[in-house]
């Protein structure tokens, strides 16, 4: 078994911490409206075309379990 040996980390007062955190918040790079609004359509897009699939699956297993089904009558 080991032990961590290292020296405790050193406590951030509220006031550093809230300086770094506006440090931080200004590294965020915003997307330009272009890009979001691009991004929304290829989501919607690609939101359609799963959509599309899973109705054709689901119809498709429904029609095959009906064959199944009608055997047995």
Known sequence: MTVDTSAPKKKTSPAQFLSQVRAEGRKIT??????????????????????????????GLGMVFQQIISFGR
């Open 30 to 59: 915003w997307p330009s409206r272009k890009e979001t609004w691009i991004t929304s359509v290829m989501v919607l897009i690609l939101v359609m075309i799963a959509a599309l699939f899973f109705w054709v699956v689901d119809f």
